[in-house]
Each structure stands twice: as structure tokens, then as C-alpha cells.
């Protein structure tokens, strides 16, 4: 059973813009975070952005926070990640998650998430 489902990736150019979606087929509770990673070939899943839900905080890893934008709807059960600026090395299978017990500091650990999408590539020529 699909919980999460990733979509909008795709081949874009340095420089453009993408908007990721996440949809959760499952409950999203108030305190459950909706977190985006994302793993390079030969390269460790990365956290890249995340939002509680209720809370509406957000956080960003340093590498996208000027460029990149989470943001969710809460009627729609989706969360987007808008990627601006793109650069080659954003190339990347991203994915969404839910943390079910979140709390500021472990929101970026990918450990703590409880549910996985199955990923979209973003690949982005320079």
C-alpha cells in the first residue's frame, strides 16, 4: 500500500526552477514532520528540508536554505518542496517522509522517520 507518493521531478537546466509534491495517502497528525532527502549516486541520503505540521517551523539544510522552500497544504495532504536555482549538484532521487514523534533537532535525521515515498529523480544539466 502506497503511503507517500513523490512527484515532479525531472531534467531541468542550472539555474531553472522545480516544484516537488508529496501527497500522503495516510493521517498526518498534528505533530507528525513531513521531511525531504535526497541521495546522490554513490552518496548517503542527505536531509534537505522538512515542516511540522502543525507548527508550521521549518528547517533547511545549508546548502538549499536560500534557494529551496517547503511548504504544505494541509487540505490537500500534500507538502511541496519549491527548488529554485538549481544547480548540478541537486541531482538527486528526492524523497518525503513522515517523522511521527518529531522534535526540532531530530527532524533532520532520517533515522527517525517513520514512513518513506519511493522517490522522483531530479537531475539538472549544467
Known amino acids: 500500500q502506497v503511503q507517500l507518493v513523490e512527484s515532479g521531478g525531472g531534467l531541468v537546466q542550472a539555474g531553472t526552477s522545480l516544484t516537488l509534491s508529496c501527497t500522503a495517502s495516510?493521517?498526518?497528525?498534528?505533530?507528525?514532520?513531513i521531511g525531504w532527502f535526497r541521495q546522490a549516486p554513490t552518496r548517503e541520503r542527505e536531509f534537505v528540508a522538512a515542516?511540522?505540521?502543525?507548527?508550521?517551523?521549518?528547517i533547511y539544510a545549508d546548502s538549499v536554505k536560500d534557494r529551496f522552500t517547503i511548504r504544505r497544504d494541509a487540505a490537500k495532504n500534500t507538502v511541496y518542496l519549491q527548488m529554485n536555482s538549481l544547480k548540478s549538484e541537486d541531482t538527486a532521487v528526492y524523497y518525503c517522509?513522515?517523522?511521527?514523534?518529531?522534535?526540532?533537532?531530530?527532524?533532520?535525521?532520517?533515522?527517525?522517520?517513520?514512513?518513506w515515498g519511493q522517490g522522483t529523480q531530479v537531475t539538472v544539466s549544467s
Open positions: 515542516v511540522r505540521w502543525r507548527l508550521n517551523d521549518k
Open positions: 495516510v493521517t498526518i497528525y498534528a505533530n507528525d514532520a
Open positions: 517522509a513522515v517523522d511521527r514523534s518529531p522534535t526540532r533537532a531530530t527532524m533532520k535525521i532520517s533515522d527517525k522517520y517513520d514512513i
